[in-house]
């Protein structure tokens, strides 16, 4: 009979490499489900900032190895370096073949990848370890809250859809505009005129639809779609600048008239007043024919780049085509037609207004889930 003190140790040892198999067990089955040979891992760095954070645990998977598409966040490994990093997806060459190629870079750093690729000029399929879809804060991080109504119009809609291009989690706060919640003193601490949208960013408050954008792309520059020059451009800033003040002094003013005779007034079972309507329409054209010489020449309203400008354009301008009011879709100006169809065409937009800011919220969370 073996003594009770060993007895106990052999025990406590049986105990400590059954607990050590069935985890061992779980991590293999974790391996299989995957398809992914680290399904999880510990980030290390923080180049990856503001989304990712050192001490993060992200969850991987590669269910897919060929369909890695720009804007998802990979774990990739180089022969020769002993690290694995976690980057976005920057580029991808040669989508439609079985052996693209991939550029990555670190959302918090200036430049690509290609350093680190140990003198390749590229990564390939093989070099991806798993694509992150979920993980654990180290520390808890508080999402972003975005102030907004039911419907998905106005302001809110733009910013919505700012967050969703730049793949920015958020959780969607109804303000209950048909019983004049915006102007609950509640809101009003947030909101001193009492409107929507309203960002709140684990308590930095910030309205004006234009300045919240302005915040989102400043504060997570290389997340999602690149929506402003860079910082450093001076002369892209300054033609920033003036394509935004332009559309709220030469689009926003002239086309709210008009909304406001076949939308709002419709809306609140007033008549239309068509002095005013026919003297909207008369100055609303006269600034998209100026628009038209510009989009001539350029294909954005700040310069090649979509940006931040051309969505401001989207606050109520796309509530005057179902009112009866195709004046952006005018034959007579093809290049402002061009413009305006391409930006109620981009599939963010499309899916915002077909599913609403909940929708937009849950899948801009779940692309990077908690990330
Ligand atoms: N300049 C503001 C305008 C915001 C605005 O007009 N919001 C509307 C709804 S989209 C609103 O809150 N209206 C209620 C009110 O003005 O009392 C912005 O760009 O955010």
């Not at 033609?239 to 809306?267: I, T």
Request: hydrophobic content about 40%; charged content about 20%; overall charge negative.
């Amino acid at each position: 009979m073996l003594p009770g003190r060993i007895r106990r140790a052999l025990l406590e040892g049986l105990l400590f490499a059954s607990s050590l198999s069935s985890s061992y067990m779980a991590y293999a089955a974790a391996e299989v489900v995957t398809n992914c040979k680290s399904p999880v891992v510990v980030v290390l760095s923080g180049s990856m900032e503001p989304g990712i954070h050192r001490g993060d645990l992200l969850l991987l998977s590669n269910w897919a190895p060929n369909e890695y598409t720009n804007g998802d966040i990979a774990v990739y490994e180089v022969p020769g370096q002993a690290e694995s990093i976690v980057h976005r997806v920057l580029e991808t060459r040669d989508p439609q073949s079985s052996s693209r190629r991939y550029i990555t870079k670190g959302d918090n750093n200036e430049v690509d990848d290609l350093t680190l690729y140990n003198g390749m000029q590229w990564l390939e399929s093989e070099h991806l370890v798993g694509k992150v879809y979920g993980a654990n804060r180290s520390t808890s991080t508080m999402v972003l809250k975005l102030y907004a109504g039911a419907r998905v119009a106005g302001g809110s809609a733009v910013v919505a859809l700012v967050l969703a291009l730049k793949k920015i989690p958020y959780e969607y706060i109804l303000v209950d505009m048909a019983n004049k919640e915006n102007k609950s003193a509640e809101h009003l601490k947030r909101h001193p005129y009492g409107q929507i949208p309203v960002l709140d960013d684990d308590g930095f408050i910030l309205y004006e639809t234009r300045a919240i954008c302005k915040y989102l792309e400043n504060k997570f520059p290389g997340q999602g779609m690149r929506l402003a020059p860079a910082m450093t451009d001076v002369q892209g800033q300054a033609l920033f600048d003036q394509a935004a003040s332009v559309e709220v002094a030469n689009f926003y003013r002239p086309m709210l008239k008009v909304v406001q005779e076949v939308v709002f007034n419709k809306m609140m079972g007033r008549p239309t007043n068509q002095a005013n309507l026919d003297d909207g329409l008369k100055d609303f054209g006269a600034k998209l024919d100026v628009y038209e010489q510009l989009l001539a020449k350029q294909k954005y309203t700040a310069g090649n780049e979509l940006s931040l400008v051309d969505l401001y354009h989207l606050t109520y301008a796309p509530s005057l085509e179902p009112a009866g009011v195709d004046i952006l879709q005018s034959e007579s100006r093809p290049n402002v037609k061009r413009w305006w169809n391409e930006l109620i065409g981009l599939p963010a937009w499309v899916q915002l207004k077909g599913e609403g800011y909940k929708h937009v919220a849950g899948l801009a969370a779940g692309t990077t889930s908690g990330v």
